[in-house]
Structures are given as structure tokens and as C-alpha cells.
């Protein structure tokens, strides 16, 4: 399925199943959406600190976690997923990523398609009959870290469904 972000973004075909809780190591911020890019960053080196600091490794890939869209700001959570508990630490706080029956779909392409792509999922959603919960969470599979080609990258989007 084409999401046409300068005619390079795809996303895979969607599929529809059932997640389940996993523990996180978290920060919450509610930013201008146009701060998103500076605060991310360095939010992410801040749970990494923390974790090492505590001899914890992540136990997956980065998310975020989107918990109110609206068009001025993000509410969200920067998390790492974890198997063990993580004690506070400033900002870093113990979170709960729940379990969900979720829309999935991966995403391959630079963050700059991020928009277009979402808008090409949420258009299968609702041709399939499905209604959105108001949070949804990105997984950041392959990004800047492993490949310098943005055309390499591979985001997963994670919608949860309302029954």
C-alpha cells in the first residue's frame, strides 16, 4: 500500500491481533508539536543513561507512545521496553505499555513520511470497518543508527481498536 510521501513510502499490509503488556522505562512530556524533534533525542539518551545506570537492558526497540492526539501538541511517552523493574530516576519512571487489540503495520521510509504514511493506515482502518482507541504507539525497528539510507528504516505503527 502506497502512503506517497514523495513516492518512496510504503507500509506493509496491515494485520489486526492482540498485544500483549509489557513493562517500559518511561519519560512523559506534553511538547509543541514543533519541539518534538529536541526533546526526543535527548529524552531517549536520558532513559539509556538510566538504565544503564541500574544494569537493566532494554528488551526491544524504542517506542513512543502517543497517548491524546491533538493538533498543537504531543502527549507522549518516550519508553524502552524492559523485562525488569525500573526504579525511578528524575524523569525516568516505571510504565505500562498495555496489552491491546491493535491494527499493525510497518512503515519503511524517512521520518518526513511518518504523516503520510499514518494517514494511509488510518484510511484502512476505516474502510475496514475498525474504530481507533485514542492512543497509538510507533516502534522505531531500524532507523539513523543502523543505516545512513532513511530508505532502509522501518517504523511499526500500532493503532488499538475500540470493540
Not at 521510509?109 to 475498525?130: D, S, T, V
Request: proline share 10%.
Amino acid at each position: 500500500m502506497n502512503a506517497n510521501e514523495k513516492g518512496s513510502s510504503m507500509i506493509d499490509a496491515p494485520e489486526v491481533l492482540t498485544t500483549t503488556a509489557r513493562k517500559t522505562a518511561r519519560i512523559h512530556l506534553v511538547v509543541p508539536r514543533s519541539a518534538i524533534q529536541k526533546v526526543m533525542g535527548p529524552g531517549l539518551a536520558e532513559i539509556q543513561a538510566a538504565l544503564k545506570e541500574q544494569g537493566i537492558a532494554p528488551a526491544g526497540p524504542w517506542l513512543t507512545h502517543h497517548l491524546r492526539l491533538d493538533p498543537a501538541t504531543f502527549d507522549v511517552e518516550i519508553c524502552v521496553p524492559v523485562d525488569a523493574e525500573v526504579a525511578p530516576a528524575g524523569r525516568v519512571q516505571p510504565g505500562l505499555l498495555p496489552a491491546a487489540r491493535v491494527a499493525r503495520t510497518t512503515y519503511r521510509g524517512p521520518y518526513e513520511g511518518l504523516g503520510a504514511a499514518w494517514g494511509a493506515f488510518k484510511q484502512w482502518i476505516a474502510r475496514n470497518g475498525y474504530r481507533e482507541a485514542p492512543d497509538l504507539w510507533e516502534v522505531y525497528l531500524a532507523g539513523p543508527e543502523s543505516s545512513p539510507r532513511p530508505e532502509d528504516w522501518r517504523t511499526e505503527f500500532n493503532q488499538p481498536l475500540l470493540d
